[in-house]
């Protein structure tokens, strides 16, 4: 769930370094511009914020976004509903204003020059992130642990939503029983579990997380499912059916194309090839810097245009679902299951920690729900392929 398009983003005021002199100005400053997406300081309404460390402006007017995620990590400030929080800020378009400082774009500078997701250093999101702790993860999703976009189609339940958005990608793949699935990203092999019992198919699921791959084999024990530890530049052999959920985030914009060149020589002539992804309105090659420190390490969310570059003279587009909105229902599901479990978590996660992961589930369901990010189901075919019978 990385992205590189800020959620937390600030205007051009909060870049003016003649206006950071003192904590009486900066307040002033984040004020007037906050009050442009109807976001009060120490307000009454749910989505104001509350300050307890007069520091923050400052902090804010210099370190950006970055600044204010690690405020509330310090607890400097507070907000009943931070998921509304963001979502005004964004709506309101404060993030579009956006003019760093010098010291500011430096942080981006990283990935314009260097692959970050190269293959030497794909290893790092699974360190910082997949690998931290199952029973973290396990403690917020659902029975098959889909980390990843549920489907409310008539249900406020995540774990039908969750069925519903496993039987959904099956459905877009045309699975048949007998058929050879490749799972590349592969979580805690709940998709490769589901596509094999209740579709008869032999599927392998490739994961560079060690963990995750522990779970997986076991998850999906007595079942023709295979889960192997590798990055994805080293699949080989082909396959009726490709997916990929939630994993072309941590691909990275040089890389895009190689990932797409793999998935085509892995694919069968009529075969079908879905990929689930977050995606930004905008094409970017930088990451948000509070992300990339305390989440997903090297996270980037690819455009539609990027997409589109990297499928051209390889694939045949043949549907683009935007389920965006579901995605903000599923972070909010994740959230409320989070605070339930916390008082068996906090044994070994302490309260600096519970207010990073709350300020990630509920600032990317607040960008989710301004629609600054999407969530795109895209299915891909080799040109020449009588269409597939893509049953939504």
Known sequence: MGTQKSVTALPSEFSRPRLVQGRGVAR???????????????????????????????????????????????????????????????RAGLDEAIRGSAAYLLRFFPSLVLNLQSKSRAHIIAQRHYDRDNDLFLSFLDPYNQYSCAYFQETDDLAEAQQKKLELLCRKLNLQAGNRVLDIGGGWGG???????????????????????????????????????????????TFDKIVSVGMFEHVGWRNYRIFMNIVHRCLKPEGVFLLQTIGGNESRVS????????IFPNGMLPSIAQIGRAVEGLFVVEDWHNLGPHYDRTLMAWYENFQRAWDRLKERYDDRFKRMWDYYLLSCAGAFRARSIQLWQIVLTKPGTVQPACRI
């Open 28 to 90: 002033r400053i984040v004020e007037n511009v906050l009050a442009r997406a109807g976001v009060g300081i120490n307000g009454p309404n749910p989505w104001d914020i509350r300050v307890h460390d007069e520091r923050l402006y400052a902090r804010v007017l210099r370190e950006k976004n970055l600044g204010l995620g690690e405020a509330y990590m310090d607890g400097w400030w507070d907000c009943q509903r931070i998921d509304e929080f963001i979502c005004r800020v964004l």
């Open 191 to 237: 998709l490769a579990r589901h596509m094999a019992e209740r579709h008869g198919c032999t599927v392998t699921s490739v994961n560079i997380s060690g963990e995750q791959v522990r779970y997986a084999r076991d998850f999906c024990r007595g079942l023709p499912v295979t889960v192997i530890q590798a990055d994805y530049r080293q699949i080989g052999g």
């Open 287 to 294: 990451c948000d810097p509070w992300i990339t420190r305390y």
